[in-house]
């Protein structure tokens, strides 16, 4: 900013360094001539001189003007360029800030969800739902364990009653000889009944229901092995199955709680990694969030810049002014010298009133200002 | 939160600034271009706070100030100065004035907030 001014009041150094060699030149002529005892041409010399530097003096301040009012506008240029940019960098970093709190926002909400003291009110928490998983798997695991331990025992029940099977088959063939004998027997009765003649006739009849009990008797009993038989062939279907079930689901099972417990700790482990992660992202934004800040500070560097830039705008004017006053006090003046020491004066007047002009720009650097509450 | 804040500064930049650094912390902001805009929203809307630039065209901060100190609803509402003016003559003629307090730019978004925080809550 200093190099811009720099730039721009060069020329106007130019010009008044080059204003007042003249003026300095011309009034020593003019005192030298005084000096000299020739009272008739002093008048003239005199008048000469005056017309000259006021001629001088009025195109100064006519390319003065011109070269004064260019460095204002361009002045006011660079003003319109630094507003129009900075407001657009002050809008995009407001538009940068409002999604980073977004961001923020939204990793809390990510890491309260994951940790173990989430919202609870507000549905179930990660770390809840992978805990009631897991629980819910291993009771689902311990109840196919049980119910293989119930077959493992059903099985061993099956096979005794099959053993009771085996012993009434053994049974049912005992009562089946008894019925051959009972026939043999009843076979003999009727032999003898009919060596005893008429006499015999009654014990005939006998001898011939008694064989027709024995058959009978033989014929449930081979009704019931067929149906002991059935029994045992469906026992042996059952028997089969229930222990492939028994023997096979107990493996699966033991694997399986293993296997839910291993995806348990993992998820648990993952869950804990997200949340970290959902944590450094917030960490991240609040340091993004920071940077912007000191951007913003430092954007404000516009505000300073622009006052500085009006400041030496009016600084300007008046040297432009000055120039004006001094070429008008010169032409007007009837002698030179009243005119010259006229235009002093004003000058030194001019000169005090800007020392005590109040400056509203001290800042050198960028660095945030103090801050003080009464 | 919720509280009203008046900005007043001639610079729509700072403004901005401003407005938005106290919105994202849930403050409402109301805009104001110098000091006699300030003192027409302020009298149309009652801030809770109120922070205004020094130099402004058409009123100054100084003027606003010694303005508001005259109206019943601003007579202890806080009004702080935010201001490139860093000399003590300054700051003792706001003082002066009724501000409650001097802010020197350029401005610290996270310090304005702890101030804000601690005028207005």
Same mark, same amino acid.
């Given at each position: ?10 020329p106007i150094w130019r010009l008044l360094a080059v204003a007042l060699a003249a003026v300095l030149i011309l009034v ?8 000299? %005892?020739?009272?008739?041409? %002093? ?22 003007? *011109?070269?004064? /009012? ?7 240029? =660079? ?21 980073? /709190? ?103 009849? =006998? ?23 059935? =029994? ?11 222990? *492939? ?21 993992? $998820? ?21 969030? =920071? ?49 010259? *020491? ?28 103090? $801050?003080?509450?009464? | ?31 104001? &271009?110098?000091?006699?805009? #300030? ?10 706070? &109120? ?8 009123? !100054? #901060? ?25 000399? !003590?003559?300054?700051?003792?003629? #706001? ?25 207005? #809550?």
């Amino acid at each position: 900013m200093v190099g811009l001014t720099a730039w721009f009041a060069e020329p106007i150094w130019r010009l008044l360094a080059v204003a007042l060699a003249a003026v300095l030149i011309l009034v020593l002529n003019a005192g030298f001539d005084l000096d000299k %005892t020739k009272p008739d041409n %002093t008048q003239n010399e005199e008048a000469a001189l005056r017309t000259e530097l006021a001629a001088l003096m009025s195109d100064l301040s006519r390319e003065g003007k *011109s070269q004064f /009012q260019s460095s204002r506008e361009d002045l006011e240029r =660079v003003k319109d360029l630094l507003r129009l940019a900075i407001d657009e960098l002050v809008q995009r970093f407001g538009e940068m800030n409002t999604r980073i /709190q977004a961001q923020r926002d939204l990793a809390i909400s990510i890491v309260s969800a994951m940790s173990s003291q989430g919202s609870g009110n507000e549905g179930v928490s990660f770390s809840e739902f992978v805990l009631n998983t897991s629980k819910t798997m291993e009771a689902f695991v311990d109840n196919t364990v049980n119910t293989s331990k119930i077959a493992m025992g059903l099985v061993e029940t099956m096979e005794t009653i099959d053993n009771e099977v085996n012993a009434i088959i053994g049974i049912l063939g005992e009562i089946e000889s008894i019925a051959k004998q009972t026939n043999l027997l009843a076979l003999n009765a009727a032999i003898e009944a009919a060596r005893a003649g008429e006499a015999g006739r009654g014990f005939a009849v =006998v001898a011939d229901e008694v064989r027709a009990l024995s058959q009978r008797t033989n014929h449930f009993s081979q009704q019931i092995r067929g149906h002991m038989e059935g =029994v045992h062939t469906s026992l042996a279907v059952a028997h089969d199955s229930i222990y *492939s079930v028994a023997s096979m689901d107990m493996n699966f099972a033991l694997q399986s709680k293993q296997r839910v417990h291993s995806t348990m700790a993992r $998820i648990s482990e993952i869950n804990l990694e997200m949340a970290a992660s959902a944590q450094s992202i917030d960490e991240q934004a609040g340091r993004v969030s =920071v940077e912007v800040n000191a951007a913003v500070t430092a954007l404000q560097f516009q505000d300073m810049s622009s006052q500085l830039i009006g400041h030496a705008q009016n600084r300007i004017l008046n040297v432009e002014d000055l120039v004006e006053k001094l070429a008008g006090s010169i032409q007007q003046s009837a002698q030179l010298s009243s005119g010259l *020491s006229q235009a002093r004066s004003w000058l030194h007047d001019h000169s005090l009133q800007e020392a005590q002009r109040n400056h509203p720009v001290k800042q050198e650097s960028m660095s945030s200002g103090d $801050i003080e509450l009464f | 939160m919720g509280k009203v804040v008046l900005t007043v500064d001639d610079s729509a930049s700072i403004r901005q600034m401003v407005a938005f650094t106290l919105k994202s912390a849930g403050y409402e902001v109301i805009e104001a &271009v110098d000091g006699e805009d #300030g003192l027409n929203k302020a009298k149309s809307k009652v801030a809770d706070l &109120v922070l205004t630039d020094q130099n402004m065209p058409r009123m !100054d #901060g100084l003027t606003l100030i010694k303005s508001l100190r005259g109206l019943p609803d601003y007579r202890s509402k806080p009004i702080l100065m935010l201001t490139t003016e860093s000399s !003590d003559t300054m700051k003792a003629a #706001g003082k002066a004035a009724g501000a409650t307090g001097w802010l020197v730019k350029p401005f610290d978004p996270q310090k304005l907030l702890e101030v804000v925080k601690k005028v207005i #809550g």
